[in-house]
């Protein structure tokens, strides 16, 4: 945690003046780096979030896919790339907070080889099931899958995921009697979910959805500390009774560690404005996500409480890099 404060700390304190390098960035297109594949959310968050900025910096922000290993091959692109301010990664939680818990051979430090920019959304999860479930109600599911008789399956985005650790967070917290069936990626294990052949599922409110408002999937609860406008009829974990079940995925802007800080403030500061851009903010409220816009220093202190929180979860269960 200390080397995250610490870094954002001297990003504080430099992001008031512009120095000689920062005078004329951006002076050619800028590679964002996604760890992973095109088309899912952090994709197309990263790709709108792209045009907005590009426009108001006057050059291009190149998409770079670069998925595998839970997001760690993208992430450790950037930490070796040049700290210039023209490589930078928009990540979500797990090659930041989740994968260095998973595997004994981290190629980086994500605390001392990144630097924070901002965190950009917060994404609360859904628990859902199917249109076709018994179950209409959290506190149904709670009942058939409490005591040892209890046959009821979780299906996740792969060992290791947010998917998989929310879905472990409430089997603990709600004292749920759960197997938890892995899938490699969301899309397989919603289409299983869809086809009743696994009970529920916790899955970014984006990710659900669209599934949700065409009447497929059935929302119990959402993981946020109040209700979601888009889904105001679905309560929160902490109306049903288990207000440690709240969690979130979350995307951020990240840099090579030795971006000079104002390049960083200046990537935080156009991050920020794009983000709040009425286009973007409709967008985001239609996806159920949440603006965060945090400065360098608080995202740096949140992705070190985020490590702690889940490592500890993720050791707990044995969870694996798949």
């Known amino acids: 945690m200390h080397k995250f404060l610490k870094s954002a700390a001297a990003i504080a304190l430099g992001i008031a003046a512009l120095s000689v390098a920062a005078q004329g960035y951006p002076n050619k297109p800028i590679r964002v780096v996604i760890p992973f594949p095109a088309g899912g959310p952090v994709d197309q968050t990263a790709r709108a979030l792209g045009a907005k900025m590009g426009a108001a910096l006057g050059q291009t922000l190149v998409i770079d896919n670069k998925g595998g290993a839970g997001g760690l091959i ?74 040892q008789g209890s046959k009821i399956n979780y299906a996740s985005a792969g060992s290791g995921t947010t998917p998989h650790l929310q879905a472990e967070l409430l089997k603990r917290e709600a004292q749920l009697n759960i197997n938890h069936i ?19 599922m916790m899955v970014d409110i984006p990710v659900a959805l669209p599934f949700i408002q065409s009447g497929k999937l059935r929302a119990l609860a959402v993981t946020n500390s109040k209700r979601i406008p888009i889904m105001k009829d ?39 404005a794009a983000l709040h851009s009425p286009e973007l903010l409709k967008q985001f409220e239609q996806q ?22 889940w490592g500890a979860l993720a050791k707990a269960v044995g969870a694996k890099l798949d």
């Open 74 to 147: 993208g992430a450790d692109a950037v930490a070796k790339a040049p700290a210039d301010g023209y490589t930078v990664l928009f990540s979500s939680a797990g090659a930041l907070a989740i994968v260095p818990h998973l595997t004994a051979s981290m190629p980086y430090d994500p605390q001392k080889d990144l630097i924070p920019v901002t965190q950009a959304l917060k994404v609360p999860a859904v628990l859902v099931v199917s249109a076709a479930s018994p179950y209409k109600t959290f506190a149904e599911l709670k009942a058939a899958a409490t005591g």
């Open 182 to 200: 892995p899938y490699r990626g969301a899309a397989p294990a919603i289409t299983d979910i869809l086809g009743g052949q696994v009970d529920m």
């Open 234 to 272: 679905v309560p929160t974990m902490a109306e049903l009774g288990v207000p440690k079940a709240e969690a979130y995925n979350w995307y951020g802007m990240l840099a090579p560690a030795r971006t000079p800080a104002d390049i960083v403030g200046k990537l935080y500061t156009t991050t920020g």
């Open 288 to 309: 159920g996500v949440e603006v965060v816009a945090s400065k360098p220093e608080e995202f740096g202190a949140f992705i070190a409480a985020e490590s702690a929180r």
